[in-house]
């Protein structure tokens, strides 16, 4: 916060920054989970009312399944509306509360970096040199795994931003909980 109680330029560029990345990330889920209801619908009619089972639907549906969780889950990571069991942090104040909700979104950015994308991006490189394709579609299989490194890397930003926003005595996250229901925003 600089003096005249304004928030600072850094603090200001990554929540509009974070503003796109929320509004891209809900065009691919809503996009991903549109696909994902046509293909299964169109599976079942085609195994049920033409006799015809199309090879290709369950196979896109279970790729854009994976790209939905994923991505999904970073959206909701972003948002604070992730599963979380909070203990320790509501029962303390003032800058111990601060370093306790600083621990935690350390934590969660050495996960994103050491599992999702140091791991997840070793394994799309494995699976692109090994050329391994799926089996209906033959595309390969290190396309649909680049989903574990990308929902890190927004998970990552995510974390950035909720120092900033700690550093800056403010809350982790500024929407309020998810009502049962309520629409993606």
């Known amino acids: 916060m600089s003096e005249q109680g304004k928030p600072d330029t850094i603090s200001r ?6 503003n796109m990345i929320d509004a891209v990330l809900r ?3 809503v996009a991903g989970f549109s696909g994902m209801v046509v293909c299964v619908v169109w599976q079942v009619m085609s195994r049920y009312i033409l006799r015809a089972p199309s090879i290709y639907t369950d196979e896109i549906a279970r790729f854009l399944f994976i790209w939905m969780a994923l991505i999904g889950g970073a959206y909701t990571f972003g948002k ?3 599963l979380a069991i909070e203990i320790l942090a509501p029962a303390l104040s003032g800058w111990r509360k601060q370093l306790a909700q600083l621990l935690v979104v350390a934590v969660i950015a050495f ?3 050491a599992v999702m994308i ?4 070793a394994l799309v490189g494995r699976t692109l040199a090994n050329g391994q394709v799926s089996p209906a579609l033959q595309m390969p299989m290190g396309y649909i795994y680049i989903a574990i490194p990308v929902s890190g890397a927004v998970i990552l930003f995510y974390c950035l931003q909720m120092a900033i926003r ?3 005595g403010k809350t982790p996250v500024e929407a309020p909980p998810a009502e049962a229901g309520g629409p993606l925003n």
């Open 13 to 18: 560029l990554v929540d509009g920054l974070a």
């Open 118 to 121: 140091n791991g997840g991006g």
């Open 27 to 29: 065009v691919i889920i």
């Open 111 to 113: 996960f994103a970096i």
């Open 166 to 168: 700690l550093f800056a």
């Open 80 to 82: 604070g509306r992730h």
